[in-house]
Structures are given as C-alpha cells and as structure tokens.
C-alpha cells in the first residue's frame, strides 16, 4: 500500500497530521492516540485543580465533571474531523446507515467516580465504528487512554493491539496479548458495577458465587481500562452486568482492543456484543470463559 499524502496544520494551538486516502489504520490509529493524549493533558490539569469531592451523580456523570466532558469531547471531535473522510458521529447516525459509512463515537471521562476523587484510574475514549454489509455497526478501531497513568492502548481492524506506556527513558511501545491462565483456580478476575442498586446486586452475587477460586477479585473500573488489562493479561477475565448507552464509546474503544489482543468478548449468554441496548458483557483470555460463564446469571 503506498503511504497516505501529509502535511501539517494546527488546530487549536496543537499540531496535527492530515492523511488523505488510501486509508492506513496503523495509522489513524496512532494518529487518534495523539489526539486522545493531547485532550488527556487537560482532562488530566482539571482534575488536579481543586474541586468539590461531594458531587452527584446521574446517569455517570457528575456536576463537577459535565463541564470537563464538554470541553473534552469538543476539543476530541474538533480534532476528528480533519484526520480522514468520515460520515459523522455516532451519535447523529441515521437509523439505517448504509453500508461502508464509518462513525466517530467519542466518550466522555470513563471513570466518574475515579476522577472526582482524584484516583488515577480514568480514560478518555475514542472509537471508529463501521457499518457491515449486513447494516450492523462494529467498531474497527480504539483507543484507550489513561492520563494519569500514563497509559494508551490502541487497535485497528487487522493490526493487533499496543500498549503505550510512559517511563523515565521514553515512551515504551508494545504489542499485548492476554494471559495463558487456564483454570478459575488461582485466576485475576475483575468486575464492574452500577451505581443502581438491583444491577450492583447481580455483579456481587457473582463476586459471592466465585469467591475462593480466583487469588484475587479485583473492583478498580472504569468499563475500558478492565477491557483493557485483559487484552494485555493483567486480568485473566473481567464482567459487567446492565451496561448502558452511555457506556458505548467506552466498551467499543475496549473491545476492539481486546479482540485485535486475540482475547475475547461476549454477553453473558454467549452472544454478540449489541451497541443498541444494554448488554452483560464477559471478556476473557478465552481459556477460563467455559469454567466462569456458569456463574454469569
């Protein structure tokens, strides 16, 4: 394939690579990394100023971070929009999109909680979706950024999955794959929870149902980062019940990551991920899945 024409511009004060086609997803990948890194330095300045540690929240946002969220998924999209001939955001999509149209989903701070109480767990999301033969959208690229600590996972369709991490020397780059545990017994598991009280109750009762088995049951979150550290082995499996619409730029990103990772992600049941409604999502090393799944119920 011969390498995409490019040339520098600036936008918003930041400097940026414009590609045009042929569309190289190695790539806009990496391009997309830089774009999430760069909105992640803000993010990352608003939570280290002083803030109200007591806010609500509602439907995972907070009265503190719905002013960070805006500012970030703007400065994201403003960003998007010159890497690539694209067909708009996910959510504007049309209800029947056509075949081959391709969708930004840009998420907003993955990790609430986390943020507000100055924990370094917390992402910034981005995801490219496209629509299949069949009119189903899937998502063909990710990007997984921890700002705090110092983390990027990324993948496209076909390239595999890396992990970015910053160090003393550098920025360190490597291909991810997830862990060769083979049993529950002596297994890292982590899993997420809600903050509506029926659907806490059922990712505790699976907590109950295993304890004893796995050496260790981790609940740190948010939704893309546990994706995350399956795809690269850190975690043996990870589950989450009653995930929203609103989780679908965060679980997206991930999932991608994990699947390019060779790793694998399903429902509960065994199915799809759906990106239209709820789903239960199960994402493992695909050795210990068969030895878990009983207990997802």
Not at 2 to 11: G, Q
Not at 42 to 50: E, G, I
Not at 57 to 67: A, C, I, K, L
Not at 155 to 179: C, D, F, H, V, W
């Amino acid at each position: 394939m011969m390498p995409p024409v490019a040339y520098m511009e600036t936008i918003d004060g930041w400097p940026w690579m414009k590609r045009v086609q042929p569309m190289d997803m190695k790539q806009l990948a990496l391009d997309v990394a830089r774009v999430t890194q760069d909105a992640g330095k803000h993010a990352l300045t608003d939570q280290t100023n002083p803030h109200d540690l007591s806010t609500n929240y509602v439907h995972g946002e907070s009265q503190f971070t719905s002013d960070v969220d805006d500012r970030l998924v703007r400065f994201i999209k403003n960003r998007l929009t010159h890497l690539g001939s694209f067909d708009g955001f996910w959510e504007n999509r049309p209800d029947n999109p056509a075949p081959g149209t391709r969708y930004w989903c840009v998420g907003s701070v993955d990790g609430v909680i986390n943020f507000v109480r100055n924990m370094p767990e917390w992402t910034v999301t981005v995801s490219l979706f496209e629509v299949n033969n069949e009119g189903s959208a899937q998502p063909i690229l990710g990007v997984v950024h921890a700002p705090a600590l110092g983390l990027t996972y990324l993948a496209a369709r076909g390239q595999g999955a890396i992990r970015e991490r910053r160090t003393p020397l550098g920025t360190k780059r490597e291909k991810i794959m997830p862990s060769m545990a083979k049993t529950l017994q002596g297994s890292v598991v982590c899993f997420g929870m809600s903050y509506f009280p029926e659907e806490s109750k059922r990712a505790l009762n699976v907590v109950s149902s295993i304890a004893g088995k796995p050496a260790d049951i981790k609940r740190v979150g948010p939704a893309s980062l546990d994706l995350c550290k399956v795809a690269d082995g850190t975690y043996d499996a990870y589950f989450e019940p009653h995930l929203h619409k609103w989780d679908v730029p965060a679980v997206s990103a991930g999932a991608i990551v994990v699947w390019e990772a060779q790793g694998k992600l399903r429902q509960w049941d065994g199915s799809m991920i759906h990106w239209r409604r709820e789903n239960d999502v199960v994402a493992s090393n695909g050795l210990i899945i068969d030895e878990l799944r009983p207990y997802l119920v």
